[in-house]
T-cell receptor, first 116, second 113 residues
Framework: AQTVTQSQPEMSVQEAETVTLSCTYD???????LFWYKQPPSRQMILVIR??????QNATENRFSVNFQKAAKSFSLKISDSQLGDAAMYFC?????????????FGTGTRLKVLA | NAGVTQTPKFQVLKTGQSMTLQCAQD?????MYWYRQDPGMGLRLIYY???????DKGEVPNGYNVSRLNKREFSLRLESAAPSQTSVYFC????????????FGQGTRLTVV
């Protein structure tokens, strides 16, 4: 069964600095999707970034980028130039597109605090 | 552009009472999901439905039942609520048309006393 592990319950970063959130996963599949979602205090779930496993190039969305290491089953999120609005819970997620396997699995989350 | 609509937003139940959480999506997605979110536990999958007419157990199905009424609607029922079911519940949907991005409802905060 697929699992997603986020080993950092909480992280802090100074405003304008860079922070990296860790995520590892376990799967026997070769084709899958990985995601980072942000959950601010409003409880709304917001997609931050997405990575297809078959793409070797790391995904980037403005200040957010990932370090995808398929062999190591690692998928970390780097936030550059951190802003106060980045403070939130961040969830790593795994989704397999393989027919017959439709689970969408989330990690336990990392609470990010941004210090002014 | 409603996306995923989840009702109610808040609910207080007494132990032993039953209730149904409703979820509807207007994006024609095949897959729908129910999660519960507890502090330190992240989002745990209760049940999911790969397509209309099918449902499967997730990580924590005990005490819950689901119905995929049609392609749009996926409801979660608590037959006899227990204090351990106090949580925030999220419904979500996804589809390959959006590269499997998950779209979430606003969540239901359920308290069982």
């Amino acid at each position: 069964a697929q699992t997603v592990t986020q080993s950092q319950p909480e992280m802090s970063v100074q405003e304008a600095e860079t922070v990296t959130l860790s995520c590892t996963y376990d799967t026997s599949e070769s084709d899958y999707y990985l995601f980072w979602y942000k959950q601010p205090p409003s409880r709304q779930m917001i997609l931050v970034i997405r990575q297809e496993a078959y793409k070797q190039q790391n995904a980037t969305e403005n200040r957010f980028s990932v370090n995808f290491q398929k062999a190591a089953k690692s998928f970390s999120l780097k936030i550059s130039d951190s802003q106060l609005g980045d403070a939130a819970m961040y969830f790593c997620a795994y989704r397999s597109p393989t027919s017959g396997t439709y689970k969408y699995i989330f990690g336990t989350g990392t609470r990010l605090k941004v210090l002014a | 552009n409603a996306g995923v609509t989840q009702t109610p937003k808040f609910q207080v139940l007494k132990t032993g009472q039953s209730m149904t959480l409703q979820c509807a999506q207007d994006m024609n997605h095949n897959s729908m999901y129910w999660y519960r979110q507890d502090p330190g536990m992240g989002l745990r999958l209760i049940y999911y439905s790969a397509s209309e007419g099918t449902t499967d157990k997730g990580e924590v199905p005990n005490g819950y039942n689901v119905s995929r009424l049609n392609k749009r609607e996926f409801s979660l029922r608590l037959e006899s609520a227990a204090p351990s079911q106090t949580s925030v519940y999220f419904c979500a949907s996804s589809d390959k048309t959006k590269a499997f991005r998950a779209f979430f409802g606003q969540g239901t905060r359920l308290t069982v006393v």
